[in-house]
């Protein structure tokens, strides 16, 4: 089963797809792992994206099942194999921006406010996070760039809309893949 998961950034991703991947037993992928470097400060240099493309397209056509969490509507044509299912996260904007102000304190404390560069690229982040709802022209991973790619799709689709905890989306998940609504390629 080739599962790939998508949403705005905070919109509990990574955390779904670890979760289903436990559950499934399969090996999850986060797009964040190809997308940027291992830098001492994550998320703040990007991987070269033919170097990129081709890693995740190898790891990916190699492997029988996975599930693979990121937005990847911008990547580039035959990277990624056929998905067996395809789940679409939504949060309303107030509740995922409180998500991810909450996260980025996490991932850095004190520094996103009393650093100067630190708080001037963490209101930049936040820019760019709240303009997926708006589609004002900061970011090209917007609402309206998801549902496009997604109406592009012959792919089973779950959408998930709200703020659902963890073990309700899992069930609605889980629950399709036993009825048989999913065709393994």
Excluded: C
Excluded at 13 to 36: H, Q
Excluded at 63 to 86: K, M, T, V
Excluded at 157 to 172: D, V
Aim: without cysteine; aromatic residues 10%.
């Amino acid at each position: 089963m080739r599962i790939h998961i998508l949403g705005a950034s905070g919109s509990g991703v990574t955390t779904l797809g670890k979760a289903l991947s436990e559950k499934l037993n399969i090996e999850y992928f986060d797009s964040d792992d190809f997308f940027w470097l291992p830098t001492p400060i994550p998320f703040t240099e990007r991987q070269n994206p033919e170097t990129r493309n081709s890693i995740i397209s190898n790891k990916l056509h190699t492997a029988r099942n996975w599930i693979f969490g990121g937005s990847i509507i911008h990547w580039g044509e035959n990277i990624f194999p056929a998905f067996d299912l395809i789940i679409f996260l939504y949060l309303p904007p107030d509740v995922r921006l409180a998500r991810l102000r909450k996260r980025e304190h996490e991932r850095y404390g004190e520094e996103i406010i009393t650093h100067p560069e630190r708080a001037k690229k963490f209101m930049e982040f936040m820019d760019w996070a709240k303009d997926y709802d708006h589609h004002t022209g900061i970011a090209n991973r917007t609402l309206k760039a998801h549902l496009e790619w997604l109406s592009e799709m012959n792919t089973p689709l779950i959408e998930i809309s709200g703020n659902y905890e963890l073990p309700q989306k899992m069930e609605t998940i889980l629950n399709t893949i036993k009825q048989g609504n999913v065709q393994v390629k």
